[in-house]
């Protein structure tokens, strides 16, 4: 067995971060990549530095030692969130936005290989959970599914992200008649979403954005 990596991909304002909400903070550690808000009340109070839940760093490499360091050291957490995944590399490349040639690309692919293959090594017990923003695949124009947003075109390249996870979902909101709006993730493929779980693991399409939901059927599933 190893440890468990979940891609919950979806635009901003599609409730990911708002998953968190249910989650149990004393088992619960935060990576937020971007340093921004939680958005749900209380977040600040459940998850800050001094309660040794969260962490603010946004390069894969230092990722990857917090992440080797809870497997060993904090072995009360047994889930992980990394907050606004596709920073990791925003940031990284414009940093190296003076460097001419595709070295650094091929070094941003390396890196988040690294951090995704060694992440599955951790902990047997421990659930990593890998936010992150889509782009669109088009055609003449029209949409015809989504995917994991990397750096660009010269990563993609490199690497495809989701053949590094074995569950991927995605957010999808929808509002009713009466202007009420549901939140929800996408378990398997469902329209131009490319989700993606193992067989049997979610009964439905649609779960509601909790990642308890989530970890209660990943539990089930291999128990």
Do not use: C
């Not at 124009?141 to 690497?159: C, E, F, L, R």
């Amino acid at each position: 067995m190893s440890s468990k990596l979940i891609a919950i991909v979806g635009p901003t304002g599609s409730g990911k971060s708002t998953s968190i909400r249910n989650l149990d903070h004393k088992e619960t550690f935060i990576i937020n990549v971007a340093r921004k808000e939680l958005p749900f009340k209380g977040a600040n109070k459940l998850y800050n530095l001094e309660s040794k839940n969260y962490q603010e760093v946004d390069d894969a490499l230092g990722i990857l030692k917090t992440l080797q360091n809870i497997s060993e050291k904090g072995t009360h957490i047994k889930n992980v969130v990394i907050e606004d995944s596709n920073y990791i590399m925003g940031f990284n490349l414009v940093k190296k936005a003076t460097e001419t040639g595709y070295v650094k690309f091929a070094v941003m692919a390396k890196d988040m290989v690294t951090l995704l293959t060694e992440a599955r090594k951790l902990r047997d017990d421990l659930k990593i959970f890998y936010f992150s923003h889509p782009d669109t695949i088009e055609d003449e124009g029209n949409i015809v599914s989504y995917k994991m947003k990397t750096a660009g075109k010269m990563i993609d390249n490199q690497i495809v992200l989701e053949g590094l996870f074995s569950i991927a979902l995605y957010t999808h909101v929808e509002e009713n008649e009466h202007g009420d709006t549901t939140y929800n993730f996408v378990t398997n493929t469902w329209r131009k979403y490319p989700a993606k779980s193992p067989a049997g693991m979610f009964p439905d399409k649609l779960i509601p954005n909790d990642l308890t939901v989530v970890i209660e059927k990943l539990d089930e599933y291999y128990s």
